[in-house]
């Protein structure tokens, strides 16, 4: 979901690079996730790193960006770990946090230090419409990625 997400953002004019530590230190991904490797403060920054850098143009500002694409009964009850949401917190305050769940604008954005730290958000309470964080993104490019990411999320029966 978040190569959907890195091309929605790309159409709107952005210029995304992947950030996250599965792209930038694969060698040392099968190490982290080993039961005896020491949950430091560290790997917990690396392992909670976001997935994006995103860059706009007009705004000549930068942006750190974590992608999580949810199964959500309706856009009222999406779970995200708080465990997670406390990492992202506590070392990436200042990134966006994006959720893409099967309800109703599909695409939800907020920064994560105005999100509190709990299991259930709600989409429309919780986080803003993503054009109000990506304002460049356009209502037509929302709505052609919205379709496909009501096709995925299908796909993997969420």
């Known amino acids: ?11 709107s004019g952005y210029l995304v690079l992947p950030y996250g530590y ?8 099968s190490r982290l996730g ?10 917990r920054r690396i392992k909670s790193s976001p997935d994006l850098l995103v860059y706009d143009e007009n705004k000549k500002d930068l942006m750190l960006v974590e992608v999580k694409m949810r199964k959500a009964p309706e856009e009222t ?3 995200l770990e708080s465990k997670r949401i406390a990492n992202y917190k506590e070392f990436w305050n200042d990134s966006i946090l994006v959720i893409v769940i099967p309800c109703r604008d599909v695409f939800y954005a907020q920064r994560v230090g105005e999100l509190e730290v709990k299991e ?8 803003e419409k993503f054009q109000s ?8 490019d ?3 990625f919205k379709a496909k990411a009501l096709q995925i999320l299908r796909k993997y029966r969420m």
């Open 77 to 79: 009850r999406v779970f």
């Open 22 to 29: 599965e792209n930038t230190l694969s060698g040392l991904m």
């Open 133 to 140: 964080i990506f304002t460049e993104a356009k209502d037509d």
């Open 1 to 11: 979901m978040k190569e959907l997400v890195r091309v929605l953002l790309e159409k």
């Open 120 to 127: 259930e958000y709600n989409a429309l309470l919780d986080f």
């Open 142 to 144: 929302i709505s052609h």
């Open 34 to 43: 080993v039961r005896d490797t020491k949950k430091s403060r560290t790997v």
